[in-house]
């Protein structure tokens, strides 16, 4: 993909001709190439691996890192729009693309050495390797200054133990950003970021998880016994690592939101389509208020939701030269697009009677995935604390 100039749209939230191309070139692909597959991924729950050589191969896997990385040199905008339409066709692709771009590509280019951008952002920013984040732990989510991980200064390197829950693309990532405590006493304060490559010894893939949902995006445990991490491949400095694990959830968060748009935008469609063609009563469903009014509520909280994304990716687009930080529009966008993926997946399948509940149609696939946007990255209660916090000013 070429990379545009001027990205910004104006004032009125109309897009620039480069955000059309990049939603268009995302839309033929997503429709093309995945919507056809997604189904045979969601029940084997194997790894899409050739549609993600793919969208690598367009651009999709570091949309926002400079060209000089491997990256496709485009704005918040562009990433958004381009993965509300990966996920329309399919919620796992939009998981994978979402943490290669969001939870690594984004975190070593804000805060990696030169040295680690050149061995590790390429790479990945590029779609050539697969990029991961682990922060969460079987006994450790929401609040992770409770983690039991440790890492252990000897000289040069750092010594790494513990295990890790629920990272997305471990077992095919071959490099993971990890979250570990250097200092215990100091619990959030105390914890470090690493960049881990997976093929070295003391890294042990762990347990699958099973999952309800976003079936095709790999998920597993992570455990580490006696890994010798070098210093240099310490991400920051020793202690900011819930600094970095949080700025880059903002940023996920973004991802999520715009992954949840496209969930709830293909239940609407499926189920306008069918409120306008099934009969019952003598008449199509969609003429009665029982369901039109469903449609209209689905309808409002999706653009509704897009304006949040909207407004959360020009903050996050400003940050770039301000440095000014879009937590709270971050926040915002993730929980009203989760919950109105959740509303609307919820709403297809009743419009759709017995059928929305056939595995015969993709509506259930939708309901199964919109679930997951309401937990990961910061459930929707963490969304409601952050941002009352941030109104109240407690912090
Ligand atoms: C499919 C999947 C993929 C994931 N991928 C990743 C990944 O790639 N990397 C990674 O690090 N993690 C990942 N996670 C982990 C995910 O981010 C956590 O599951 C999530 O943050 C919640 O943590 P928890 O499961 O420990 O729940 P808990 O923190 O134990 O929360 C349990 C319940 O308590 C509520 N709760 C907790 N604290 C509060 C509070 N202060 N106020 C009100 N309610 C509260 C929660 O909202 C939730 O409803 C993934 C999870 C899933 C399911």
Not at 185 to 211: N, S, Y
Not at 339 to 345: G, S
Request: charged share 25%; with cysteine.
């Amino acid at each position: 993909m070429p990379a545009p100039s001027n990205m910004h749209p104006g004032p009125n939230l109309s897009l620039t001709p480069e955000h059309e191309m990049i939603r268009q070139t995302a839309r033929d692909f997503a429709q093309r190439e995945i919507a056809p597959v997604a189904g045979h991924f969601d029940e084997t729950g194997e790894f899409p691996a050739e549609t993600i050589r793919k969208m690598g191969a367009l651009g999709l896997m570091g949309i926002e890192i400079p060209e000089e990385y491997g990256g496709a040199g485009m704005d918040t905008l562009a990433y958004v729009l381009a993965l509300e339409e990966i996920s329309k066709a399919d919620a796992a692709h939009g998981t994978i693309m979402s943490v290669n771009n969001s939870l690594f590509c984004y975190g070593i280019y804000r805060f990696g050495s030169e040295p680690q951008k050149e061995k590790y952002l390429r790479p990945v920013a590029s779609g050539q390797a697969i990029g991961a984040y682990s922060l969460t732990e079987p006994m450790s989510g929401s609040d992770a200054g409770t983690m039991r991980s440790r890492a252990e200064r000897q000289g040069d390197v750092y010594v790494l133990n513990g295990r890790k829950s629920w990272v997305t693309s471990a077992p095919v990532a071959d490099y993971i950003v990890v979250f570990l405590m250097t200092d215990p006493e100091k619990k959030h304060r105390g914890i470090t970021a690493f960049l881990v490559e997976t093929d070295r010894p003391g890294f042990i893939r762990g347990k699958k998880e099973p999952k309800l949902g976003i079936r095709a995006s790999a998920t597993s445990e992570i455990v580490f016994e006696d890994y010798r991490c070098p210093v240099e491949n310490r991400l920051g400095e020793e202690g900011e690592g819930f600094k970095i694990a949080m700025a880059v959830l903002d940023a996920g968060r973004i991802g999520i939101a715009a992954q949840a748009l496209g969930i709830a935008e293909a239940s609407y469609e499926a189920a306008l389509q069918y409120a306008r063609e099934r009969e019952a009563f003598g008449q199509k469903i969609g003429q009665f208020q029982g369901i039109s009014f469903k449609l209209a509520d689905m309808k409002t909280r999706i653009e509704a939701s897009r304006l949040l994304i909207y407004q959360a990716a020009l903050a996050k687009e400003r940050a770039k030269t301000t440095g000014e930080r879009f937590t709270l529009e971050a926040a915002m966008a993730k929980l009203f697009a989760s919950e109105t993926a959740m509303f609307c997946a919820h709403a297809a399948v009743q419009i759709h009677g017995g059928m929305g509940y056939s595995r015969e149609l993709p509506i259930e696939r939708y309901f199964r995935d919109a679930k997951i946007t309401e937990i990961y990255e910061g459930t929707s209660e963490i969304q409601r604390l952050v941002i009352s916090r941030m109104e109240l000013g407690l912090r």
